[in-house]
């Protein structure tokens, strides 16, 4: 009686194992599309992902070309600013000096 039930197990174990593999490569073959799908799908996310990360990597680059440009033309007006500045206080100096002069003179020439 123990051999029989002995055999019977080692039978359904057989059988188990087999139908095991079975649904394996049924799973296996099933799924392998599926896998190739995600994967291009994923691989094509990542292109687009690299191809937008040059392209932000270029635009960076030229932007802070562009703003050392743009500030050292700022710093170049701000100096030319200030030596308009400048100029425009030594005219007016000027003209201060000889409005000065201009009243002294009409101030001797009325004594």
């Known amino acids: 009686m123990f ?13 188990l194992e087999k139908q095991d593999e079975a649904l394996k490569r049924q799973l296996h073959h099933l799924s392998e599309p599926m896998t ?10 990542v292109s687009i992902l690299h191809a937008n990360e040059q392209i932000i990597e270029k635009e960076t680059k030229q932007l802070l070309k562009d703003t050392a440009a743009l500030q050292k033309e700022s710093q170049q007006w ?8 400048e100029v425009l206080k030594k005219v007016g100096d000027i003209a201060n000096f000889a409005q000065v002069i201009e009243t002294e003179l009409r101030d001797i020439v009325e004594k």
């Open 78 to 85: 701000a100096q030319m600013y200030n030596q308009l500045n």
């Open 36 to 45: 190739k799908k995600i994967l291009h799908g994923l691989n094509t996310n």
């Open 3 to 15: 051999d029989q039930i002995l055999k019977e197990y080692d039978k359904n174990r057989v059988q």
